[in-house]
């Protein structure tokens, strides 16, 4: 199975990358590849019709879009900036989805995550995510929220409240299935 990780953020010390990177360790079995996304890499002008009349979609996009197709898995912590998307993330979607037949996620399964400091955990962000992202054509298999990130989570062992951990781990474990479960019949 390929797994596509990235965290919806540009910024370089992201806990959400960092709690996305956490969690792709738990998809990583003898036969798996994970492949771990910086936003950064695919930087592009702000998405506006005058700027794609003038100079046309991004390669970047073309490229970002190709990353996606090729994983069977999309793994997703998504940064919330003002109880929504960072405006690195949208962008990105944004000139995705102008790209000719084709919706922005084209069907790929997807686990949504989002960790913020405080007590919401990115959740304004993760439930506006889960009520979008079907429409651009992702399959949400779930979603998992951690709150206080800098009180919940160590690096190097992840997630230490015993509750949470239990429940990201059930979590997983459902998506995993699913997983199979598609991968057995595509064949």
Do not use: C
Request: proline fraction near 4%; charged fraction near 25%.
């Amino acid at each position: 199975m390929k797994i596509l990780a990235f965290a919806g953020t540009s910024n370089k010390n992201s806990i959400n990358k960092i709690f996305v990177t956490s969690t792709s360790k738990y998809y990583k079995e003898a036969d798996d590849s994970i492949e771990l996304l910086d936003l950064n890499h695919f930087e592009m002008p702000i998405y506006s019709y005058d700027k794609e009349v003038e100079l046309g979609i991004p390669q970047l996009a073309h490229d970002f879009a190709a990353k996606m197709d090729a994983a069977d898995f999309l793994l997703i912590s998504l940064a919330e900036h003002n109880g929504s998307y960072t405006s690195a993330y949208k962008n990105i979607v944004d000139w995705v989805s102008r790209i000719p037949n084709r919706k922005t996620f084209n069907g790929k399964p997807v686990f949504l995550l989002a960790t913020a400091p405080g007590p919401m955990g990115g959740s304004t962000v993760l439930n506006a995510a889960v009520n979008r992202i079907t429409w651009d054509g992702a399959e949400i298999l779930d979603s998992f929220s951690l709150p206080e990130f800098h009180k919940n989570f160590e690096e190097g062992k992840g997630i230490i409240n015993p509750t949470l951990r239990s429940q990201l781990e059930a979590k997983v474990r459902k998506t995993k299935r699913v997983l199979a479960e598609k991968l057995a019949v595509q064949g």
